[in-house]
């Protein structure tokens, strides 16, 4: 079963008594454990689709089928929960809560899930561990580079064991060599963690990795490309 | 980490912004406690200063509150020894009691003829052992310790007068009274003797030689009859009486001398019984129980029973007048209070505004959002009213060891400026559970805000 089903979606932006079309008539199909990357030119409507994949805006018209829920039907708290169960996000600007170290950031979406206080420790040891920042456990984002940010941003969407994780550009912060490290983190954790990545990204490289790729201009799919089957151990 | 410790640390975030807002709270609470220490413990020293000399309850004749000055005689309680006897003996009244006595008002005249000079008074018929017991009341543990009275070990002539009618009487030297004017005569003031008719009265009263240096006066009362009654009296002692209205007027002397200026050789009356209790709070249990008493055993004399509130109107004026200002006072700050915590919170949204769509987009719901800024809040409101209530001990025990003194309103003496905030639980529970509640209710707004926001629209804010 697709991760994400989207028919004949539309979004429009109404700016100054101006309707503005976001997005148009779009049909898309998110393969289970895929990393899926949603490209085009600035302003074509990136964000607004990861925003609707993401539970986090509302469509005007269509269907969006998440995990299975039909989540136009959910009512806030019901959404809010759904994310929590289901979804993880990895920003651009890696959105880290300053005040909690690198630890509770991790551990902080596991407690909106209500996962038990031992089951949440192991969770987290092994996710830092993963993305390799165990030994900055205890520190405070503002400690970090850009890339450490970043990886404890990974593993924080990871943490809740979510179907789908959606990163929106989150190599545009990044030097070239530190945003290819985390792009091959990403492939790797989405490997090791049987979940699918939507990105959006116009960066080629990110765009070389993907199994699939969706093509996006005006807010119309130009073109979907299914390179790759999906890796072993799919839904 | 929960919700609070999570709303702790947003606090220290920014800790200037949060300093700021605590020393808002700090010093609002400090201006509540203090003057409401200060206004308590007026109160508490008016109602002391009442209890000493009145009592909290008197038994008196229906209606002499109303009418009975005018004519005490008339409204005297014939049997007040059984009175007495059923009320210290009650067993629901008297666990209660400090003390029971008799008591009789008078009005009249005294002049000191050998000066020529007159002036009306208020006379007051005691029973000197129980005065002195009631004037040990300090319920409130007041800094005060007055003495014993002056009439104490006296003759039944023996009277003791206000500083003021010592002033006027011109008995400030024979009194040795501090402070007091001296008198210079004029033509007009200096007087002839005593009139023809009042000299002779005086004459009936057996009248003890003056001896030098005595302060003697003539005390000239209607008799029960309405007939004139005149007591020649001395003064042992001038004494102030707190206020100063009563201070020019006031001779209080034994409860026998009083009788026989009202009552003459018929059988003596009290106007009132004063009842002394152990603590004000019993009141409301003591009148119970004496309704019950004036309706059964007390039945065959028309009596009533008034409490110090009564007898006394300017204590609840005090008490009025301290609680609106304190009620005043405390609604400006809790609106400072108020717009100060909700301007910090509003800063605290607009400043995490991309936090709050991270939150919201990591699964917390709306009213976790508004919890989190409710929780800030409600510490900035705990942490100023534990450091308000705090400071405010400390301003209170420095005034109340500066030595500072006061003329209170209607006073002759200044008295010390006591700040009373320690021992005023209630108090202190409730300013600062009032300035907790006006920061989180002053957080409300801008929680709800933060929690309405729209998710994608809080993640694009830079």
Known sequence: MNVVTMNRIGKTYHLDAVDVPALIDIDLEIRPNCFTVISGPSGSGKTTLLNLIGCIDQANCGEIIVAGEPVQKLHDDALSDFRARHIGFIFQNFNLLPVLTVEENVEYPLLLARVPATERKRRVRALLEAVGIADKARNIPGQLSGGQRQRVAIARALAPAPRLVLADEPTANLDSHTGAAIISLMREMQREHHVSFVFSSHDPKVLAEADDAVMISDGRIEKIERRKLPAEGAA | ?462
Not at chain 2, 105 to 119: E, Q
Not at chain 2, 295 to 305: F, I, W
Request: glycine letters at 8%.
């Open chain 2, 1 to 462: 980490m929960n919700t609070l410790s999570l709303a702790l640390r947003n606090l220290l975030r920014n800790r200037r912004r949060s300093l700021t807002t605590v020393s808002a709270m700090v010093i609002g609470a400090v201006t509540i406690l203090v003057f409401g220490g200060y206004s308590r413990n007026i109160v508490l020293s008016l109602q002391t200063s009442y209890v000493m000399r009145g009592g909290h309850l008197q038994i008196q004749r229906k209606d002499y509150f109303l009418f009975g000055s005018g004519n005490p005689a008339a409204y005297g309680i014939a049997d007040y020894q059984r009175v007495i006897g059923v009320v210290a003996r009650d067993p629901v009244l008297s666990p209660m009691l400090a003390v029971v006595t008799p008591t009789i008002s008078l009005g009249g005249i005294a002049g000191n003829f050998a000066a020529g000079v007159s002036r009306t008074i208020i006379g007051a018929g005691l029973v000197v052992a129980d005065r002195n017991r009631m004037r040990r009341w300090n319920d409130y543990g007041l800094p005060i310790d007055y003495p014993q009275s002056p009439l104490t070990g006296t003759a039944e002539d023996a009277v003791v007068i206000g500083n003021g009618v010592a002033r006027v009487l011109e008995l400030c030297e024979p009194l040795a009274v501090p402070n007091c004017p001296r008198h210079i005569k004029t033509e007009a003031a200096a007087g002839a003797s005593a009139p023809a008719d009042i000299t002779a009265l005086a004459a009936l009263e057996s009248r003890p030689t003056a001896q030098t240096g005595e302060a003697r006066i003539e005390l000239l009362a209607a008799n029960v009859h309405g007939a004139p009654n005149v007591a020649s009296l001395r003064a042992v002692k001038a004494e102030r009486q707190g206020f100063k209205e009563f201070d020019d007027m006031f001779i209080g002397m034994h409860l026998a001398q009083a009788q026989r200026l009202l009552y003459g050789n018929e059988k003596p009356q009290a106007t009132a019984v004063v009842l002394q209790l152990a603590h004000t709070s019993q009141i409301p249990a003591a009148k119970a129980r004496l309704a019950e008493l004036l309706a059964t055993t007390l039945k065959d004399e028309p009596l009533e029973v008034q409490d110090f509130e009564v007898l006394n109107p300017f204590y609840g004026q005090a008490v009025g007048m301290f609680a609106a200002i304190f009620g005043f006072m405390a609604v400006l700050i809790g609106a400072i209070v108020l717009f100060t915590v909700g301007n910090t919170m509003s800063m605290a949204v607009i400043e995490r505004t991309a936090e709050i769509g991270t939150l919201r987009a990591m699964g917390l719901r709306r009213s976790g959002i508004r919890r989190l800024f409710m929780a800030e809040a409600l510490l900035l409101g705990l942490i100023g009213a534990a450091a308000g209530v705090a400071v405010a001990l400390c301003v209170a025990w420095l005034v109340n060891h500066a030595g500072l003194t006061w003329l209170p309103p209607g006073q002759v003496d200044p008295v010390p400026l006591t700040v009373r905030v320690w021992g005023e639980t209630p108090m202190m529970l409730v300013t600062a559970a009032g300035l907790a509640l006006v920061a989180i209710v002053s957080a409300w707004w801008p929680a709800r805000r933060a929690a309405r926001m729209l998710i994608v629209d809080a993640l694009r804010h830079v």
